[in-house]
């Protein structure tokens, strides 16, 4: 990466984000009712996704979850078994993939390792109705929007991993396509790497307004790059939304517990006033409040979940009505947060996560190992979750 | 220094030193004595004169250093030019077939389902699990007049062709085609093999992603696959093309004795005119043909991967 990052946060401030402008447009790609089967496999189940026009969406899932085989669906490589796909109005359910304004970065790469840089950036070209000075400057503009102009004549084998995803990028966007595929684009660069990549992505994606689907496994790669997200889980779609819907606002203990890190509970539902319901959660040893989601009844059995970062970590009782007491078990410091196991008196133990916001000394730890401590959360802050 | 210290410290060089230099000289010797010095006497042979006594050579005599007679006779009977083309035009030719037909079987080999490719690649080489002689055997007697796949053949022609064209049987024996059909079958597998072990090793996502820039199945096969399978075609090809230039057996068994062929040149030079001079002459003029453009080839390959290697630095 020539360029520093620091310019990168400007270029984004200078190109809103196309998903915010775009949201009352009509969705760019539907997918209806879309199944894949192979054999007795069910590989994606019946998914329904609308995706509007300069979205970067991310399909995040563990292996095996039917994303990738849903990329490849909209790519063209695999014919659904049942539903239909649109791109731009148009059904592209039975079109062949060299006919599918939309192209793909494969995981690999996939670069042909007989062409140079140029050659294959150039390779989608001459499917075009262009004239030959058209596709040279094209080749050129693409080169340099991915800053490779100086190794146009190098061959695949003799550039970096780096490189070759930019590479790989270029070739995908040369024919400005209506919708580029990427499949786990940043997986097979280092971390420090995968980092400045991330917002370089964002940062083409903005110029150029093609509308990104992107495949990841990492939840911080989803959240950082994607407009909006949706959790995957044996094929089928579990949620969908933007980062923060989707972090702070699970549907499910399943994306709640793949999205970051949470602490869950059973409990029962005493009673619901004002949008706050009152839960027993005899693993806390304590009757909380928390933020009512609909359709609750009294008596209901309910998962209670809070995440490490939610939870307040103090010595002495709190004011307020979640206060709970527990004993420290475990502290790990990393620096600029810490991580707390607590014990509770039920033998459960839960995990707490706190940012050390001031400079401490070795002994002048809010808790230390076998401390009696307090821990506290907002009731806005405890997610219900039915299932 | 006591004897045991002194076998250990024998014993560490030979760890460190010892081990890499008898592997990387195993195959050295090997060639040496058994590819360079009978090459090396065949030359020798090449260039003394023919004598009634036994061996039937010796040097010296009315040429005191050596004898270049047989290399101008060479050039100067065209027995010997016709054989050399005869020769090298069927091993093109053969070459060839065995590529059209050899490379969709490899293709189609890397496509299957495991299980099927290990099935079809065990077909591939079966044939070699009985003796070649008898497969060019059954091949005679299937070729022959008489045989049932002559008569398949024949009555398949006759259907075909008006009747005053009709014929008793179709002549294949002793034929330029019978030898090419010989050789094509004989070669077929290694042609297959390494453009198999080249095509399988080649990324499936390349084609996928050539697809996805807009190129159809064929396009796709011939700016990816095809590039991409050169050094199997060329190994191929080189496994079929060498040996089948010097091929012996195939034309003396089903060839026709008017078109004369390298290989059968030279045996009988050696064995029915006793002239071992002329005989060890015609086959070091063959490896010169075959082996000079291989080294051309290699040179200018050699030089332009380096070319390419100090472009990237």
């Known amino acids: 990466m020539s360029e520093p990052a620091t310019n990168i946060g400007a270029k984004v401030a200078q190109f809103p984000r196309a998903a915010a402008l775009a949201e009352k447009e009509p969705p760019f790609i539907r997918v209806e009712g879309v199944t894949k089967r192979f054999g007795s496999f069910t590989a994606v189940s019946s998914v329904n996704l609308e995706i509007r026009k300069g979205e970067i969406f991310s399909l995040l899932g563990g292996s095996g979850c039917g994303k990738t085989t849903l990329l490849r669906m909209l790519a063209g490589f695999e014919d659904p078994t049942e539903g239909r796909i649109f791109i731009d109005g148009q059904d592209m359910t039975d079109l062949p993939p060299y006919e599918r304004p939309v192209n793909m970065m494969f995981q690999s790469y996939a670069l042909f390792p007989h062409m140079t840089v140029e050659k294959n950036v150039a390779y989608g070209l001459k499917h075009m109705d262009m004239t030959a000075s058209q596709r040279a400057d094209r080749v050129r503009e693409m080169l340099a929007l991915v800053q490779l102009s100086d190794f146009s004549h190098r061959k695949p ?80 779609i579990m949620q969908t939304g933007t980062a923060t819907e989707v972090y702070e606002y699970p549907n499910s203990k399943l994306v709640a517990g793949f999205i970051g890190s949470i602490n869950f509970f059973d409990a029962t539902i005493r009673g619901v006033r004002d949008e706050v319901a009152t839960v027993d959660a005899p693993e806390l040893g304590a009757t909380v409040e928390a933020r009512a989601i609909p359709g609750l009844t009294p008596g209901q059995q309910i998962t209670l979940a809070i995440r490490p970062e939610k939870l307040t970590i103090s010595r002495s ?16 410091y ?17 995990s707490i996560n706190s940012v050390n916001s001031r400079r401490v000394g070795e002994n002048e730890r809010v808790a230390d190992w076998e401390d009696a401590v307090w821990l506290s959360f907002d009731p806005s802050s405890a997610i219900l979750l039915k299932d | 220094m006591s004897l045991s210290s002194r ?118 080489i079966l044939p ?25 053949l024949t009555g398949a022609y006759n259907w075909i062709v008006p009747s005053d064209m009709a014929l008793r049987y179709i002549p294949m024996m002793n034929t330029g085609f019978a030898v090419v059909l010989v ?131």
Request: charged share 20%; proline share 6%.
């Open chain 2, 7 to 124: 076998s250990a410290s024998l014993r560490k060089w030979f760890n460190r030193r010892g081990w890499i230099k008898i592997t990387i000289a195993t195959p050295y010797i090997w060639l040496a004595l058994f590819f360079l010095l009978p090459f090396v006497i065949v030359m020798a042979m090449s260039f003394a004169t023919r004598t009634p006594t036994a061996p039937p050579f010796s040097f010296g005599g009315d040429y005191p250093v050596m004898n270049t007679d047989h290399y101008a006779r060479l050039f100067s009977d065209d027995l010997y030019i016709r054989a050399y083309l005869n020769s090298i035009g069927n091993a093109t030719f053969a070459t060839l077939m065995c590529l059209l037909i050899g490379y969709p079987m490899a293709l189609g080999l890397t496509r299957v389902s495991r299980s099927w490719r290990n099935v079809l690649l065990m077909l591939v």
């Open chain 1, 157 to 236: 084998h003799q550039i970096s991993g780096g490189q070759r995803q930019r590479v790989a990028l270029a070739r995908a966007l040369a024919k400005q396509p209506k919708l580029l595929l990427l499949d786990e684009p940043l997986a097979a660069l280092d971390k420090k790497l995968r980092e400045a990549t991330q917002f370089e992505l964002m940062d083409i994606q903005d110029k150029t307004g093609t509308t990104f689907i992107v495949v990841t496994h990492d939840q911080e790669e989803a959240m950082t790059l994607s407009s909006r997200l949706a959790v995957m889980d044996k094929g089928r």
């Open chain 2, 183 to 313: 050789t094509v079958y004989s070669y077929l597998p290694f042609m297959i093999l390494p453009l198999y072990a080249n095509l399988e090793k080649l990324d499936i996502s390349l084609n996928e992603a050539a697809m996805d820039l807009g190129s159809k199945p064929f396009q796709v096969f011939r700016d990816v696959t095809l590039p991409l399978s050169v050094p199997g075609i060329i190994a191929g090809s080189l496994l079929v093309f060498i040996p089948a230039s010097g091929e012996l057996i195939i034309p003396s068994l089903v060839g026709s004795s008017s078109r004369p062929m390298i290989g059968r040149v030279i045996s009988d030079e050696f064995a029915s005119a006793r002239d071992w001079p002329m005989a060890s002459a015609v086959a070091v003029a063959l490896l010169l043909l075959l082996v000079v453009p291989l080294m051309i080839y290699t040179y200018y390959d050699g030089k332009a991967h380096e070319k390419a290697q100090k472009e990237a630095t």
């Open chain 1, 317 to 332: 009782k709190p004011e307020g009505p979640n206060a709970i007491s527990g004993k420290v078990r475990d502290l790990a």
């Open chain 1, 334 to 350: 990393f620096g600029k947060d810490s991580l707390y196991r607590i014990e509770l008196p039920s033998g459960r133990v839960l």
């Open chain 2, 128 to 152: 070699f699990w009985t003796s070649f002689l008898l497969r060019v055997y059954a091949w005679m007697g299937l070729m022959g007049t008489n045989s049932w796949f002559n008569k398949l």
